[in-house]
């Protein structure tokens, strides 16, 4: 369905990357924006924009509650809930350590969890709605040496397939987004003991030639033709179909890459 001008949509993670390319380009269809993040004062990112900005910890459930008790009392409900903020962590899974996966499963997984649990009943109540939530491909397709990131990832495309379901009859949507490696700040959050994984992570995001803008395009446009899962890019698109349908090829690149990765240690 067709994004309209004067619909209202909810950002998490927004202040950066993705969630500010969204905020942006929905703000350009003339969507009221409220844009959330972290921190506690408006950031200079959203300078010039016209969108609200309110804090919201997506691990706090007091600041769901009250970026929830906001919508309803100046919207009176919502369109869009783009449950976004993310982090990221990877490494041999002997380097990991038990505080960097509670961290991660609290803002990747939870985070989303409690954005949907939140909001679901004001959409069921109102008949309508778009919850899009932000995986990406390694939610579909899981290469080595990211267990706890790809865990997290495969949650959120799994909530957001049951949520898509259970919430059909009530007219809420669900999708998910599934972007491989693109250009933000992410590589900053970047936990892990294992530094080699850690620089190509950051490698990957900050030479990746595609940009957060194309990444958010992409999301809004198949949103609107009411595509569940979305791929943004190329590489995506191709790993996810190679694990769907070439499945030996797939687990032959897999493990070629970790015998390289091996070979380096
Ligand atoms: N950049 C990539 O290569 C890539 C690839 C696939 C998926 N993703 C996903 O895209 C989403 C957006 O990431 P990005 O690449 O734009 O990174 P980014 O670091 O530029 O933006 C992430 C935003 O989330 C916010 N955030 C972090 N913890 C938060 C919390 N507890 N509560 C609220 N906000 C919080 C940060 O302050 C930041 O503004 C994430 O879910 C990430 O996992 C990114």
């Known amino acids: 369905m067709q994004i309209t001008s004067g619909s209202r949509a909810l950002v998490t993670g927004g202040a950066s990357g993705l969630g500010l390319a969204l905020v942006r380009q929905l703000r350009d269809k003339g969507v ?95 008949g309508s709605g778009h919850i899009v939530n932000t995986a990406s491909a390694a939610g579909l397709v899981h290469p080595p040496r990211m267990t706890e990131y790809v865990a997290v990832k495969a949650g959120v495309v799994a909530l957001s397939e049951s949520l898509s379901y259970e919430l059909d009859p009530f007219g809420v949507k669900v999708s998910v987004i599934c972007p491989t490696f693109f250009k933000t700040n992410l590589a900053e959050s970047l936990r892990g003991k294992d530094e080699s994984s850690r620089q190509l992570a950051a490698k990957l995001i900050d030479r990746s030639k595609v940009t957060a803008d194309d990444i958010a395009a992409a999301t809004l446009r198949k949103m609107e033709k009411g595509v569940h899962v979305i791929t943004t890019d190329r590489n995506g698109t191709i790993a996810y179909a190679a694990k769907r349908w070439l499945r030996p090829l797939y687990t032959r690149e897999m493990l070629k890459a970790a015998a390289k990765m091996a070979k380096k240690d």
């Open 32 to 126: 009221r924006v409220l844009a959330t993040d972290v921190h506690q004062e408006r950031p200079d990112s959203l300078d010039g924009l016209d969108v609200e900005y309110r804090r919201l910890d997506v691990t706090s459930d007091v600041d769901w509650q009250t970026a929830h008790d906001w919508v309803v009392e100046t919207w009176g409900g919502l369109d869009y809930l783009f449950n976004n903020a993310g982090v990221a962590a990877g490494g041999r899974i002997e380097l990991t350590e038990m505080d960097q996966w509670q961290w991660i499963v609290d803002i990747n997984l939870l985070g989303v969890a409690r954005g949907c649990r939140q909001f679901t009943p004001m959409m069921k109540e109102a």
